[in-house]
């Protein structure tokens, strides 16, 4: 099946995550986005996303604003929609950042039902008694949580709301009786917010209503997925999720349309090993709890790990350079040790986080997670960073959790039953380096078969395995 096959027919199509996101949502938004699609929209969550996207080789983060706009030049629309929760210095920020490199955005639209981040939520979300070592779910600190929860309790302050003074300075006032410890100052609040309202006046739209008319138009749509399918506050893991439903129901209703009018979903899979970053259960992970207490440390960055564990490196003005595939990386990838083992496997894929730089804990890809994601996002799928631990000696796959005597083959979201079962894998050999493959057919004959029982077990259908970051470094099946 090439990419036209793939293609054939289709108008709507949605890029999700079947983990705990941080799969590589940015690399395939952009190469829909570049080459397909007329619009982008993003339906959910705010500046905890992070995607990376490399174009003609310059990588580039972005937290708000899809992927997609770097194709705004040639007419294609971008849209940030109505289940966003936006923060808007970040927005500008990002904005800034564009106009630095040249980018246009005259196709940028900001939904007027968006909700807004105020800097009571932010402050709330950094509270103390929220962070992960002091036993809170380790948000990423950027007041999302707070600002979907005065959403649902009818209270939040939308996009619209920023053109109207005196609506603004109810709102605050009430936002001051519920953030107690705090001390809001709602017109110090307001002069900051004020300029920002003036810029942003110019892409505030009813985009639900745009959406519509594209969607009649025949306009190819593209839905950019944030997070994951397990951090969903309706599918995830709860109460260690993000406070959206980041399943592709949310992302459809998150720009105002039904789950039913996309007709692609595609949902990534990291392969064959998969990443979690904050806490909460993951049963694979390398190294267990010891690896959740040592990620949910300060201090344990990329240079911390490259010095700890003697990995050649250099300090360039972008960041470290270092060989992926290093012969202490691979060492530490073959460790008996399984915590070694994570660190290897972090180093190798640079699995540090676009937003906070935390470092990501590690396991091998679960099966059972992802029959899970299945059934809630669809059969489809791409499996992304297959190359990163090329060289390791042998991989596993999760097929079943075993719990006392008997063997579970479906995700649970509880959490005591995620920690108490372990899980049941199955190995295959290792393969070198694959990043030059472009055929399907030429991939290792042990990654194949890892593909073939990971369809059978999950009931999905794998359509895309990318091979590197690059556009170009992507197999279509
Ligand atoms: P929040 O979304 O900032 O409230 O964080 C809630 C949980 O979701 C924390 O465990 C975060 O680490 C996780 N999380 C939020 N956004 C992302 C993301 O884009 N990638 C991975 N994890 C995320």
């Known amino acids: ?56 080789g310059k990588e580039k983060i972005f937290h708000l604003i899809p992927a997609g706009i770097s194709n705004d030049s040639s007419g294609k629309i971008t849209i940030l929609g109505n289940g966003m929760v936006i923060d808007i210095p970040v927005l500008f920020q990002e904005i800034d950042e564009l106009d630095a490199e040249g980018v246009s955005y005259n196709n940028l639209m900001v939904s007027k039902d968006a909700s807004v981040i105020m800097p009571y939520h932010v402050n709330q979300d950094k509270a103390k008694h929220q962070s992960q070592k002091e036993g809170g779910i380790g948000s990423t600190g950027r007041g999302i949580g707070p600002c979907y929860t005065d959403k649902v309790a009818r209270r939040g302050i939308l996009i619209e709301d920023l053109f109207d003074r005196d609506k603004l300075s109810r709102k605050i006032n009430v936002a001051k009786g519920i953030y107690l410890e705090q001390m809001i100052n709602s017109d110090e609040i307001i002069d900051r917010l004020m300029p920002f309202a003036e810029r942003i006046k110019p892409f505030v739209r009813d985009t639900i209503s745009e959406m519509h008319m594209f969607m009649r138009e025949g306009k190819k749509i593209l839905l950019e997925g944030a997070q994951g399918l397990l951090l969903s506050i309706e599918h995830g893991t709860y109460p260690y999720v993000t406070s959206s439903d980041c399943s592709l129901n949310g992302t459809a209703s998150g720009v105002g349309i039904s789950a039913k009018m996309v007709d692609l979903p595609l949902g990534i899979v990291k392969f064959p090993f998969m990443t979690r970053v904050g806490a909460g259960p993951f049963p694979t992970e390398l190294g267990d709890i010891k690896s959740e207490a040592y990620c949910a440390e300060e201090g344990h960055t990329k240079i911390d790990e490259l010095v700890r564990y003697n990995i050649p490196h250099q300090v360039t003005e972008k960041g470290f350079r270092y060989k992926n595939n290093d012969k202490k990386i691979l060492e530490m990838i073959n460790s008996d040790d399984e915590f070694i083992q994570g660190i290897g496997i972090r180093l190798a894929a640079g699995e540090y986080g676009a937003t906070t730089g935390r470092p990501r804990r590690i396991g091998w890809t679960d099966a059972v997670v992802a029959k899970y994601a299945v059934g809630i996002n669809g059969p489809f799928m791409i499996l992304t960073k297959s190359d990163s631990i090329s060289g390791a000696d042998q991989f596993k796959l999760c097929y079943g959790y075993e719990d006392k005597d008997r063997i579970i083959g479906n995700f649970s979201r509880d959490e005591r039953t995620l920690r108490e079962i372990s899980p049941e894998y199955k190995p295959y050999k290792g393969y070198e380096d694959i990043s030059g493959v472009r055929s399907y057919d030429r991939l290792p004959i042990s990654l194949r078969q890892a593909i073939g029982d990971f369809e059978d077990f999950t009931h999905g259908k794998v359509v895309v395995v990318s091979v590197g970051a690059d556009r170009e470094e992507t197999i279509v099946r």
């Open 1 to 56: 099946m090439g990419l036209n096959n793939l293609l054939e027919g289709v108008q709507t199509l949605a890029i999700v995550c079947n983990q705990w996101g941080d799969t590589g949502k940015g690399k395939f938004s952009d190469y829909f986005a570049s080459q397909w699609a007329d619009v982008t929209a993003r339906g959910t969550g705010g500046n905890n996303a992070g995607h990376t996207v490399v174009v003609n």
